[in-house]
Structure formats: structure tokens, C-alpha cells
């Protein structure tokens, strides 16, 4: 099918996009790597007026080493992520999720920005950004914002931005000493979007015991969710076998898991928890556990 007829814009800096989204806002559809954008439009579920191609925007493509973390571009793609030697070294869960994102192609084209944008409840990145508790940056012509990971994703298909901003770039921490992640994914086989995601970052002290837990899980419900009954269960413990067990059995309680063709609610919830104890487990090993 083909899409709807609209004007193609291919903006050359940030400021003329953001400039031109001002005045055009509900009638314009930025497109990034159009993974997800362009089967919309052919199906024509969107059909904007303008298409906002942020292709020729050389800023939004770049990995940078900032205090104590990294700024990922919005336009950096899935496989500059999955083959950053900068954030294999400093923070391998980003690495370790873009090469779990669909196949080759999609990984060649797909962006950050898009992935996180599209808010798609079924997307591996998200649960990602949840677990490093990242920052997203969002520019409009007016004003700059941050807007923390945990609040980014707002309904299906929807986040917190507003139609005139555009997501810039998103600020991760570097994980430290003693620290361990993972992400590990039950896939929909035809296209490799989570049935159920887990993202998992594990802190020890130096006497064993997790000072730190955060869990990102994706693909259960509407929205990607951090686990706090888990992460709060682990905080003190040494994160034996027994005590990743228990606490990841708490993966989605008193959460709505979705029900669709792919799995029912009930196996949702336990996967999740059989996913999550795989991440703790992954986690905690990488972090050297005692
Ligand atoms: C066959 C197939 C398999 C896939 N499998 C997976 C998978 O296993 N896991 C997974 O996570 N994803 C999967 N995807 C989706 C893929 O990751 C897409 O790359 C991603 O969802 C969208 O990124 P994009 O750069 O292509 O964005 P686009 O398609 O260009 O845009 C998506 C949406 O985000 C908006 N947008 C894009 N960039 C910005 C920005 N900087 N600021 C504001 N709004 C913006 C667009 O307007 C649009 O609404 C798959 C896609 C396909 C086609």
C-alpha cells in the first residue's frame, strides 16, 4: 500500500527543524530511521501533511563521553549502539539491547530517538532507559527539557513529548565498580519485539550486599515499567539464588499485563518473572557477586 500524499522536509540544522515543527506541529511527523514511521504511513494510520526528515542534523548522531556518563544522540542507530566500543566499556546494557532490537536491517536504520519516541509497549529499549534511569533531552524553537526516563512513556504509542519538540539526545550514567547488567528478552518470532523484556542493573558493596537494584521491564503492559517491588525486595540482600527468586517473583504485581494474540496476561506475568530472575542472575554474575 502506499502512503498518503505529503510534502517531504529535510531540515539542515536543529534549529530550523524545531522552527519549522512550531508552525506545523499537528500537521508534521518527524522521521528518523522510518522503521516504524514509514509502515504507518503506508498502512495509513498517519498521514501527515509534512514529513520532517532529521537525517541531515550531524549533531543528533553522536556518542559523547560526558561527567560520569555518556549523551547518546536521538539519531544514533541501533548497530552505532550495539558496536560502541565507548558504551561496551562503560555501560553494556545499551550495547547488549540494540543487538537484541529485530534483525540486521532494522538495527542498520532504526535510531534511539525513534525507538523511544514511537513509545511502542513492545519496544527493548525502553526498559533499557528505565533500568540506567536516564535523562531524555526534548527541543522545541521555545525551550529545552528534561524529561527523566521514568516519566518519558506515557500510554501506547505515546510519550511525554509534545508534537512541536523533537527528542535531542538521551544522558545515561556510567555503570561503576562492582556493578553488573543485563537484558534478556522472550521475542515475538516474526518480529522480535519483546514479549516480555528485562533489563536488570545490580550495585554490591564491598561485603557483598546489593546497595543498589533497578529492573526495566518491557512488553508486559501498556506501559514500560520499572519494578520497584522487586528492586526494594533485593536492596540489602546478597542476592543469593533464593533471594533472586523471591524478589523477581514480585515482577508484575499489581501491574495490568496485556492480553493480545501473542500471550495472554497470565503467561506474561510468568514470564516476567522467570525473565527477571535471568536478568538478576546475569546481573549479579557480571557483577562479580561473592
Ligand atoms: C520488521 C521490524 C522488526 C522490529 N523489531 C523490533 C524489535 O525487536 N525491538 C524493538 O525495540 N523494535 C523493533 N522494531 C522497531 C525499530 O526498533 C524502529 O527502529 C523503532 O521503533 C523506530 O525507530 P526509527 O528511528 O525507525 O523511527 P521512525 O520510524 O522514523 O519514527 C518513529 C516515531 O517516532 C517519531 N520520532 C522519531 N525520531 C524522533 C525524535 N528525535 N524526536 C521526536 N519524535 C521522533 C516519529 O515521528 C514517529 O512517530 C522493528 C521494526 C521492524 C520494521
Redesign the pocket.
Known amino acids: 500500500m502506499f502512503p498518503a500524499n505529503f510534502d517531504y522536509v529535510c531540515p539542515a540544522s536543529l534549529a530550523e527543524a524545531a522552527q519549522f515543527l512550531n508552525q506545523h506541529s499537528e500537521d508534521a511527523?518527524?522521521?528518523?530511521?522510518?522503521?516504524?514511521?514509514?509502515?504507518?504511513l503506508k498502512l495509513r494510520l498517519?498521514a501527515p501533511q509534512f514529513v520532517v526528515d532529521?537525517g541531515r542534523i550531524a549533531e543528533?548522531k553522536v556518542i559523547r563521553e560526558t561527567n560520569g556518563g555518556f549523551e547518546i544522540g536521538?539519531?544514533v542507530r541501533?548497530v552505532d549502539i550495539e558496536r560502541s566500543h565507548l558504551l561496551a566499556r562503560g555501560c553494556p546494557l545499551l550495547p547488549e539491547t540494540a543487538a537484541?532490537?529485530?534483525?540486521m536491517q532494522?538495527r542498520n536504520?532504526?535510531?534511539l530517538?525513534?525507538?523511544l519516541?514511537?513509545a511502542?509497549p513492545?519496544?527493548?529499549?525502553p526498559a533499557a532507559i528505565l533500568a540506567l534511569d536516564a535523562e531524555l533531552t526534548a527541543a522545541s524553537a521555545i525551550a529545552q527539557r528534561t524529561i527523566s526516563a521514568q516519566d518519558f512513556f506515557v500510554g501506547i504509542l505515546t510519550s511525554a513529548?509534545y508534537p512541536n519538540?523533537?527528542?535531542?539526545s538521551i544522558r545515561v550514567p556510567k555503570l561503576g565498580p562492582r556493578t553488573g547488567s543485563a537484558y534478556v528478552k522472550m521475542?515475538q518470532q516474526a518480529?522480535?519485539?519483546?514479549i516480555v523484556g528485562v533489563a536488570a542493573i545490580l550495585t554490591f558493596d564491598e561485603k557483598g550486599k546489593v546497595t543498589e537494584a533497578r529492573v526495566g521491564i518491557t512488553g508486559v503492559a501498556s506501559v514500560p515499567y520499572r519494578a520497584k517491588k522487586v528492586e526494594a525486595a533485593l536492596r540489602g540482600t546478597a542476592a543469593s539464588a533464593k533471594e533472586i527468586a523471591a524478589a523477581a517473583a514480585l515482577a508484575s504485581k499489581g501491574v495490568d499485563a496485556l492480553s493480545d494474540i501473542h500471550a495472554s496476561a497470565a503467561y506474561r506475568r510468568d514470564v516476567a518473572a522467570v525473565f527477571t530472575r535471568r536478568s538478576l542472575e546475569k546481573a549479579a554474575q557480571r557483577a562479580g557477586r561473592k
Do not use: M, N, W, Y
Not at 100 to 103: A, L, T, W
Not at 122 to 125: E, I, K, L, S, T
Open positions: 511527523k518527524i522521521l528518523a530511521g522510518g522503521q516504524s514511521l514509514i509502515p504507518l498517519a532529521l543528533l536521538s539519531l541501533h537484541e532490537v529485530g534483525d532494522v536504520r532504526g535510531t530517538g525513534g525507538s519516541a514511537h511502542d513492545a519496544g527493548d529499549f513529548l519538540e523533537i527528542l535531542t521475542s518480529s522480535g519485539f519483546a
